[in-house]
């Protein structure tokens, strides 16, 4: 069983930047793809970014490609999402997510869940 636990959102204007941190426990973080999804208000929850278990492949949905970087600490067992050029379009709940077998973008093939943290970008 693995635990999520999510921070780092905040109120920030167009342009701005943030870090989002998702710290694992339980388990064993190292052997769980894990990734990063949002939910604004009256949406679907979406895909963000992917991140492989070692941390060589990453994957990004277009919307966030080329301003947001995925990353990972498999020794402190954190994830990271670094978002800059944030825009009012980027405002949702930001959720982290794990999963053990197979490469997906998909939210319900994931297993375990964080809370969310809010993200807000103010134009």
């Known amino acids: 069983q693995v635990q999520l636990v999510e921070s780092g959102g905040g109120l920030v204007q167009t342009g701005g930047s943030l870090r989002l941190s998702c710290a694992a426990s339980?388990?064993?973080?190292?052997?769980?793809?894990m990734a990063w999804f949002r939910q604004a208000p009256g949406k679907e929850r979406e895909f963000v970014a992917a991140?492989?278990?070692?941390?060589?492949?990453?994957y990004y949905a277009d919307s966030v490609k080329g301003r947001f970087t995925i990353s990972r600490d498999n020794a402190t067992k954190t994830v990271y999402l670094q978002m800059n050029s944030l825009k009012p379009d980027d405002t949702a709940v930001y959720f982290c997510?794990?999963?053990?077998?197979?490469?997906?973008?998909?939210?319900?093939?994931?297993?375990?869940w964080g809370q969310g943290t809010q993200v807000t970008v103010s134009s």
């Open positions: 339980g388990g064993t973080f190292s052997t769980h793809i």
């Open positions: 997510a794990a999963k053990r077998l197979g490469w997906s973008t998909v939210d319900r093939d994931y297993n375990y």
């Open positions: 991140i492989s278990r070692s941390g060589e492949l990453t």
